[in-house]
């Protein structure tokens, strides 16, 4: 049997894209105001719009309703719920809050967890969390009674850089005190229901925040051992299920606090610092021995007595200084310097069958990041005003290896992983960054609002002369990139519950370029003549959003492109770097029938396709996930009890029928079977505090994820099932 083939540009969802478009969900966008011709008392100021949900993502106080744009806002309440009902993963609340967003993976890797089928910038306060050499850890590093909200804006962006081809995720942080200090601690325990002791965990978190004349402070603490992971049939779960890490017996904690001076009534100054560290601490192993089996789809298994020096750990620590003044010749001025430090040390992996490995070895990747970003934001009329700006950053990246002695590890059945030597896999690489970038907002009437931008990048690259590991040597080199991207939209409201949007925009950023010096094992390779070029991405969207007080929701539709996309090929294989087109539908839909009750739903479609070899075929499962639906239902039962129900179900996709059937499916191209599991949470109030049973996978589904169903047919030993059902109990004392 054929497969299919994709058509380049469908054109049905091109004439949609111009209508439709996708918006919040959960918090839904101001109310938007009305057109002349509806009655005085019936309009909306523009202050009480200003109100409403604000987002900083887009580099300034914004009222959704004047975006245009899709974005979504997930507040504190509803995170940290979400949060427990997940299993405790950030990511994993996230997937199932936000459309376009696919569902997690249940560990601390976000690999294949693309926003609109492609990588997200992640901000935390503005700081960008990323490195060239992207390892998928950017959402693994705050606990969430650290977090005040997060913003998300799906889509490629013209005002940032940094790789956010797919759209931006910002995590905004706790503010600080204005009053006297208050604190909470919150105590947290959580278990197995298959294997009630063998999967208990434990957690303990305190904040603090308050003033003291001039000086706000903030501060966030958490210290967590987290439980051995156990499926619903009962087996222990490896603790590194599928190769990008796990959250199983892991001793984490985190430290975040910020500090505010206000110097005039028109300045102050933050100052903001955060601490994570995690690291694995398990008798467990995979056992190897399941890939000997000879039907693909073995289920993985452990192994007991692991012998490892370096276990799986992550450390990132983060400063940033930020000044404010309202007031400069009329100008708002926003500057702000930031450093980040990063290390992660992944779990070994036997390489020996790779030709481009042929050894066992354990990887860490090392990253440091400094940057400043300067923002003004000056009125030119009463309703035309100018966003401009500097962006500037450097870093330096490597990711080495220890190689790990084959004969050990063979004597002792996997158990034994010990240092031979190390090596640079990913060279050391130094990256440099300066943009400047424009915007222009004209509120043209009341009912109409347009948005034009610009952004100028330069990037550099330099790389010195390295050795891969099979020994091939490659030449350094040091390059230059520019580009200059543009942006403009528009936002009508022609009735007060109704807005439309439309928009354009283009990303420019640099491609993993890790990945493609780590595979650079042609005879005289060079990096000069490696495709090392920045990917542009070129995006339509447009939607419509709705509030109806008891109804509300949004529709809408994208298509991004890139003529130089960047897919992973699979271990060992040189990223695929061809012409992409993603397209999809993204809508929400939520209702108030009661005071008490409210229901939301949100729905993703997408579906992408590269050229290769002059023909259009589909990308990979990594990129692109499964039809997605989220449906909530949450009820205030009594004044001080609070349950939410929460449905994800996660749809099939196979688009690669001929190659599975051959046996020969490539990276990514296995069909992906569909799966639904629900989540509940049940809060109330008991005395000054707050007590909290959550349930994960509420009915003890056996199921197997996205990440997990791809890549069995490369390693059994990768083929792990998701967690059966997880209960969590906690109370947080406010005082």
Do not use: C
Request: net charge neutral; aromatic share 8%; glycine share 10%.
């Amino acid at each position: 049997m054929k497969p299919r083939r994709p058509h380049p540009t469908p054109a049905w969802l091109l004439t949609l894209g111009l209508a439709l478009a996708p918006a919040a969900f959960a918090q839904q966008e101001a109310p938007a105001p009305t057109l002349a011709e509806v009655p005085e008392e019936e309009r909306l100021s523009e202050e009480e719009l200003t109100e409403e949900v604000v987002v900083t993502a887009t580099r300034r106080p914004e009222a959704i309703a004047n975006v245009p744009g899709a974005v979504t806002v997930v507040g504190r309440e509803q995170l940290q719920a979400q949060y427990k009902a997940s299993g405790q993963n950030i990511a994993d609340a996230l997937g199932k809050l936000v459309p376009g967003l696919a569902l997690g993976n249940q560990s601390p890797s976000t690999y294949g967890q693309t926003l609109r089928g492609r990588n997200v910038l992640v901000l935390i306060d503005g700081v960008p969390q990323s490195a060239v050499r992207n390892v998928s850890r950017d959402l693994n590093t705050l606990s969430p009674e650290a977090i005040e909200r997060v913003e998300v804006v799906r889509g490629t962006t013209a005002i940032y850089g940094e790789g956010a081809s797919g759209g931006i995720i910002n995590i905004i942080t706790r503010p600080t005190g204005t009053g006297q200090p208050r604190f909470s601690t919150t105590l947290e325990t959580t278990t197995a229901a298959v294997q009630p002791l063998g999967g208990l965990g434990g957690r303990l978190a305190q904040t603090a925040d308050g003033a003291v004349g001039p000086l706000g402070f903030s501060l966030t603490g958490a210290l967590e051992r987290t439980s051995a992971q156990y499926d619903a049939e009962g087996d222990r779960i490896p603790p590194n299920p599928y190769g990008q890490g796990g959250l199983a017996e892991s001793l984490r904690y985190d430290l975040s606090g910020a500090l505010t001076w206000k110097l005039t009534k028109e300045q102050r100054m933050k100052l903001t610092a955060a601490h994570f560290q995690g690291r694995q601490d398990t008798r467990f192993t995979t056992d190897p021995g399941v890939n000997q089996l000879p039907i693909f789809g073995s289920k993985s298994r452990v192994l007991e007595g692991l012998e490892i020096s370096q276990p799986e750990a992550t450390r990132n620590t983060t400063l940033s200084l930020t000044y404010d003044h309202d007031a400069v010749l009329g100008s708002t001025v926003r500057a702000q310097l930031y450093y980040r430090n990063f290390l992660t040390n992944f779990f070994p992996s036997d390489g020996r069958t790779v030709a481009t490995y042929r050894a066992i070895t354990q990887s860490r990747l090392e990253t440091q990041k400094g940057g400043a970003r300067l923002e003004i934001g000056t009125p030119i009329l009463e309703d035309l005003n100018v966003l401009w700006g500097l962006d500037a950053a450097q870093e330096r990246t490597a990711q080495p290896v220890t190689v790990m002695d084959p004969q050990r590890y063979d004597a002792s059945g996997g158990l034994a992983f010990v240092p031979m030597g190390e090596r640079d896999w990913v060279p050391p690489m130094d990256i440099g960054t300066v943009a400047a970038f424009g915007q222009v907002e004209w509120a043209a009437r009341k009912w109409l609002t347009l948005r034009a931008g610009v952004r100028h990048e330069r990037i550099w690259l330099s790389v010195d002369d390295y050795v891969t590991l099979i020994d091939n040597p490659v030449e350094g080199a040091r390059l230059r990139f520019r580009s200059t991207v543009f942006n403009a939209g528009l936002v009508v409201k022609p009735l007060r519950a109704l807005s439309i949007y439309s928009n354009f925009s283009q990303g420019y950023s640099l491609p993993d370029v890790g990945l493609i010096l780590r595979n650079a094992n042609r005879p005289g390779a060079s990096v000069a003549t490696l495709n090392t070029a920045p990917q542009q991405v070129n995006m339509v969207e447009a939607g419509l959003r709705t509030d109806f007080e008891v109804v509300y929701g949004s529709l809408g539709a994208f298509i991004n492109s890139s003529e130089l996309g960047t897919s992973s090929g699979g271990l060992g294989v040189e990223p695929v770097r061809a012409p992409e087109r993603v397209y999809g539908l993204e809508a929400t839909l939520g209702a108030r029938p009661l005071a008490s009750l409210t229901l939301d739903a949100n729905f993703t479609w997408l579906e992408g396709i590269l050229k290769r070899d002059g023909a259009w075929g589909f990308l990979n499962g990594y990129r692109i996930p499964p039809p997605q639906l989220t449906l909530v239902a949450a009820h205030q039962t009594l004044p001080t009890w609070r349950n939410s129900v929460v449905l994800a179900v996660s749809g099939s996709r196979n688009r690669f029928k001929a190659k599975t059937a051959a046996g020969t499916a490539g990276f990514g191209e296995l069909p992906v079977a569909p799966y639904a599991t629900v989540d509940f949470a049940s809060s109330l109030e008991v005395g000054k505090g707050t007590a909290t049973l959550a349930v994960s996978n509420l009915l003890n589904q056996q199921y197997y994820p996205r990440v997990s169903q791809m890549l069995y047919s490369l390693r059994n030993d990768s083929y792990a099932a998701a967690r059966g059902a997880v209960v969590s109990l906690s109370y947080t004392l406010r005082y």
